[in-house]
């Protein structure tokens, strides 16, 4: 099973940016869709950007024009670049990678957008 590891997250001024990193324990290349989601206190969990194998790409609503989800084969990586963050994307956020043998997820970094 493939292990994930996010990092990134932290504490960021309204209208500032962060990239956000997941590392997986094998080449991204095998896995069918790779995705960030998010969960908000009080909230369910949401997806928020998603690549497939093929390079589509998916993007929540909330986040289209300011998010920019990608992939590093080299270093096995899937990275978020955030822009334009906003107090309402405060969540932590989840890295998931779909497999044909199902999913994994990682344990999750915090981001918070607070002046």
């Known amino acids: 099973q493939v292990q994930l590891v996010e990092s990134g997250g932290g504490l960021v001024r309204p209208g500032g940016s962060l990239t956000l990193s997941c590392a997986a324990s094998?080449?991204?290349?095998?896995?069918?869709?790779m995705a960030w989601y998010r969960q908000a206190p009080g909230k369910l969990r949401e997806a928020v950007a998603s690549?497939?194998?093929?390079?589509?790409?998916y993007y929540a609503d909330s986040v289209k024009g300011r998010f920019t989800i990608s992939r590093d084969l080299a270093k096995n990586t899937v990275k978020l670049q955030m822009n334009s963050l906003q107090p309402e994307d405060t969540a932590v956020y989840y890295c998931?990678?779909?497999?044909?043998?199902?999913?994994?997820w990682g344990q999750g970094t915090q981001v918070t957008v607070s002046s």
């Open positions: 690549a497939t194998r093929r390079g589509s790409r």
């Open positions: 998931n990678a779909v497999l044909s043998g199902g999913d994994a």
């Open positions: 094998e080449s991204v290349t095998g896995i069918i869709i």
